[in-house]
């Protein structure tokens, strides 16, 4: 990535907590663009994710296994706490050297995917829950090459979907978030209305 990692989590970071934010307990079992995963669930996937790079900022190993449950008392403010916290964790320059050693992939990598998730996820629990949602430009533009890097081996092992056929392009989405959407398997009019 050229730009520095930290300075791309923090540009992403709040637009996605002011997403979580804006999150209402009537709306933690709507559906969301990813397969399988309510509202709820991916709201404790990227708590899980934004607790784990943390560690994985360190080079520590992470436990993926486990899947708690982040949405007790408090979780919005946790939730914001959480990824300030992710954001100091890359803001050290050591962070980026290296090989991960709970990932085998490149440190640089790893600080991406902390972003990749960041930012599409946002967008995912946005559009579930009927909200705005305007990535960071420069985390967008950073995160093409990522995907193209990590896609092929990202849809053998089924965490990206192949990408749906081009659609008509939508006044909502700049052509850059279109184009990321589609890459990790997301169709960007979501929800598709028969």
């Known amino acids: 990535m050229s730009t520095q990692t930290s300075e791309l989590l923090a540009a992403a970071a709040p ?59 408090g979780w919005r403010d946790r939730f914001e706490a959480e990824t300030g916290r992710l954001v100091a964790a890359w803001s050290d320059p050591s962070t980026l050297e290296g090989v991960s050693p709970g990932m085998g992939m490149p440190q640089p990598v790893i600080g991406g995917m902390a972003l990749l998730d960041l930012t599409v996820h946002g967008w995912d629990l946005a559009v579930a829950t009927g909200q705005p949602y305007h990535p960071a430009p420069e985390a967008v533009a950073e995160l093409h090459a990522l995907v193209e890097q990590l896609g092929p081996t990202a849809r053998k092992m089924g965490v990206f979907a192949d990408p749906p056929p081009t659609a008509a392009p939508t006044p909502a989405l700049t052509p850059d978030l279109a184009h990321l959407l589609t890459q990790t398997g997301r169709t960007p009019t979501w929800p598709q209305t028969p």
Do not use: M
Request: glycine residues 4%; hydrophobic residues 35%.
């Open 15 to 73: 637009r996605t907590v002011d997403v979580v934010r804006g999150i209402s307990d009537d709306q933690l079992d709507l559906p969301t663009p990813c397969q399988d995963y309510l509202v709820r669930d991916l709201l404790n996937h990227l708590f899980q994710v934004v607790v784990n790079f943390q560690d994985l900022a360190e080079k520590r190993q992470v436990e993926w296994a486990e899947k708690p449950d982040h949405l007790g008392d």
